[in-house]
């Protein structure tokens, strides 16, 4: 396996290769890809799976990040890669992240961009088991990249086909222009981190005033009230996942509160429950707390 961080030009190209399987997920911004006919993007929490022998074209739009995994074939079969992406995404070549399991998909971004530069690459000769489990006990950086990417992909299930815009999530409101978008799917994945209204206006490449005034026109809040949202979205999918088994303090830290207490008055709030109460009464209908 090889892997890379690379960024793409926004003139279409294409081509195909046929001993290894692509993997790419998106750091930063948003690549439009067609894979053998079917249309789709990389952007946020949803990956694409490039089958080896595919061909497919591609271009991206501004400013953009993609970590980009070369998977050969073998592997893919012996690590048990290939028959996560049939189980969870039947072969569509588009995956999505699903809700409350972004953790994962963000853990290998931190390892990959914490560690090494764009466009250099990594070569994974460590041997792995079937259906995701590791033969060899895996140490540094190789162990930590293979069984963070078996995570992502535990985590996925079949996109929809075609481009979409998370506008929808935002009934009444425009179409949520590019660049703000790409702040919404770069912020998303980095729930745990420190993140700043200076952060997400870099990110758009706005001034803090412009941004701020762009945010509250399309999204109808301010950034900071839409961040602390998805990190109270983000922990409900999170505790409801883990049930007993993960702490409080854990939960609050791994969705960006650096305050246990802070982060149960904010749970209470939203939702009506602390987080405490929830975990007690164990799985319940999430549509309740939408």
Known sequence: ??????????????????????????????????????????????LAFVPAGDTHAYRAQGLNRFLVLDVDTDLAKRAGIEALWHRNAN???????????????????????????????ISLTSRVGDCGTLIDDLSGEEGIVCNSLLRV????????????????????????????????????????????????????VQSESSFFDAFQRYIGTTPMRWLTEQRLLAARHLLMASGKDIAIGDLAAQVGFTDQSAFSRAFSRRFGCSPLKMRMQGAVDLTAFN
């Open 153 to 204: 992909l535990a985590g996925t299930s079949a996109a929809s086909v075609g481009l979409t815009s998370k506008a929808s999530n935002y009934d009444g409101l425009a179409s949520v222009p590019p660049r703000l978008q790409r702040v919404l799917d770069w912020a998303e994945l980095r729930l745990a981190d420190p993140i700043s209204v200076s952060d997400m206006a870099a990110v758009a």
């Open 1 to 46: 396996m090889q892997f890379s961080l690379r960024q793409y030009r926004s003139e279409a190209a294409s081509h195909s290769h046929t001993d290894f399987h692509q993997i790419i997920i998106s750091d930063l911004g948003l690549l439009e890809l067609e894979i053998e006919g079917r249309g789709g993007a990389v952007s946020g929490t949803r």
């Open 91 to 121: 072969a569509s070549p588009y995956l999505q992240i699903a809700n409350g399991q972004q953790a994962a998909l963000s853990d290998l971004l931190r390892t990959v961009t914490s560690t090494r530069q764009a466009g250099a690459p």
